[in-house]
């Protein structure tokens, strides 16, 4: 058998996260389904790890493994595999790998974008941003509250599972911005996030800019010495995964 690695975008809204899960949609469960069409195989996928019900991808990543020859030819394979997925789901690219490469473990980094709306509600825009509503809202104190992540942090107020306790320590290399007067977009590129660190991290930002948290309070949060978990997280569908970097 040979190795795979598939780039696939996905709108989240209809499914209950990535991983496969016993009698709820899934996006990890229909792309297998799909595969299991096409290649007349019996196929498990692994991705470069979990988004959460309602969570969309631009570029989230998966690899397997499977003796088809279809997968020799990418067209061929991208017409067929597209041609059964639903509409808000598509592979991107198939590549032939080396047996060594396992689409999570193999990951150097991600870069994540939350979007949300501050004007009127917009119906043709709510599967990918979050409505917020017509808000008061501090730009300048949004941005300084989401630069504070970068660097090498501690971030165990930022993510509830226990499971991860070993370590909450998470390196954000990167934070930029995109707005227009009522959509605002800001992008973490870091190695790695624990469980809904990033909305919890928007979340908090959302709530200095509203005027309901100091910047100096959610800057005592982190790196913060004793775990008291944040409460408010953004809305899953704001979250998008953009990028899995392998170099």
Request: hydrophobic share 40%; glycine share 2%.
């Given at each position: 058998m040979s190795n795979y690695f598939c780039v696939v975008s996905y709108l989240g809204a209809a499914y209950y996260g990535f991983e496969r899960q016993r009698n709820h949609p899934t996006i990890q469960g229909k792309i297998e389904e799909c595969l299991n069409a096409i290649l007349h195989e019996k196929v498990t996928i692994n991705a470069s790890g979990r988004t959460d019900a309602k969570v969309n991808a631009k570029g989230q990543t998966?690899?397997?493994?499977?003796?088809?020859?279809?997968?020799?030819?990418?067209?061929?394979?991208?017409?067929?595999?597209?041609?059964?997925?639903?509409?808000d789901i598509s592979i991107l690219s198939v590549k032939e790998v080396p047996d060594s490469f396992h689409a999570r473990y193999s990951a150097k980094k991600k870069a994540y974008s939350y979007s949300f709306h501050l004007g009127k509600k917009d119906p043709f825009l709510c599967y990918e941003v979050a409505m917020l509503g017509e808000r008061i809202f501090d730009e300048t104190l949004f941005k300084a509250s989401c630069k504070l992540f970068k660097g090498e942090h501690n971030f165990q107020d930022f993510t509830p599972k226990s499971e991860d306790m070993h370590s909450?320590?998470?390196?954000?290399?990167?934070?930029?911005?995109?707005?227009?007067?009522?959509?605002?977009?800001?992008?973490?590129?870091?190695?790695?996030?624990?469980?809904y660190q990033v909305r919890t991290m928007v979340g908090a930002a959302i709530k200095v800019a509203l005027g309901?948290?100091?910047?100096?309070?959610?800057?005592?949060?982190?790196?913060?010495?004793?775990?008291k978990i944040l409460s408010f997280k953004a809305p899953a569908e704001g979250l998008c995964l953009e990028k899995v970097f392998y170099e």
């Open positions: 998966f690899s397997f493994r499977s003796s088809s020859v279809l997968l020799k030819d990418e067209a061929r394979f991208l017409y067929a595999i597209n041609h059964v997925l639903p509409s909450f320590t998470r390196t954000i290399y990167d934070v930029s911005f995109t707005e227009d007067p009522f959509t605002h977009k800001v992008f973490f590129t870091g190695e790695g996030f624990m469980t309901k948290m100091t910047l100096s309070e959610l800057e005592a949060r982190i790196d913060s010495k004793t775990r």
